[in-house]
């Protein structure tokens, strides 16, 4: 059997373009800023597909860009600014951060009405609670694909592999949502093969390439692998092994074209939902 691919670039285009009618129903365009510290590469990239795709659907986008010696004082007088600027909707800062900034106190300080990324403490706790906030913008994304496979969730046994704050945390919690049980793994987890064998579910957000292999694979799971990983001859690997996993499961997402263009669908998402509680409160 070879696994479905879960398409996320066309998932991506068919969310952005629901999202026009949204936008153009608003008074003025949906203001995204997306603050850059130091010159990252990856985040580099990553941040002009976010400018790229926000212009595309007409949210007005600005990128504010801090050298990579920046203080945390800079950083926190950007933030302050762009909560207190009335045209801006949805803030994001791109992680991760040079050393020398502590990210944490940086997340907590964006208002959350702004927090495009789903990652304040207070969304955070929303999302735990079932309650409506800002969604984190990669496990949303990866509910999207999930529904998508047409699997049904509810009573199936989930696991997710890896417990951060921007992934693994939040992900868990909407599979519980969802109705799966959940199973929360990490670096400490012993026997992760056995784990993954029993699972309908398995998301893997480790930032490891190709540690899950096929073999571990439960025959028709659906699989969703959010790893990013830059191999030395420059492609991108994700945690699954891709060409053994399809073997194997029912549906999967590739590296690149699944996860990652659904992660920046649902920071769009966010922004015009900021937008829309905003303008709608401001008109009230
Ligand atoms: P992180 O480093 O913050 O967390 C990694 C987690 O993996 C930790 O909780 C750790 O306990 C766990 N882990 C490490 N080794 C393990 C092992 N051998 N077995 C089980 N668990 C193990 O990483 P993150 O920010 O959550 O990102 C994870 C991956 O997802 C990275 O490759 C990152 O690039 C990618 N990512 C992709 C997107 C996207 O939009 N596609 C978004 C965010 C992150």
Redesign the pocket.
Known sequence: MTARSLNGRALARQRNQALKSRIAALPRPPGLAVVLVGEDPASQIYVRRKGVVAGRLGIAHQQIDLPADATQEALLAVIDRLNDDTSVDGILVQLPLPRHLDATVVMDRIDPAKDADGLHPTNTGLLVQGRAGLIAC?PHGCMHLLRESGEELSGRDAVV????N???RPMAALLEQANCTVTL???R?RD?ESIVRRSDVVVA????PN?IRGEWIKPGAVVID????RLEDGSLAG?VFFDEAREVAGAITPVPGG??PM?IAMLMENTVRAAEARLGRDAM
């Open positions: 990669t592999i890896g417990r951060s921007i992934v693994g793994c990490h670096s987890t992760l957000a480790v930032g490891r540690l959010v790893g990013m990983n945690d996860v990652g992660t």
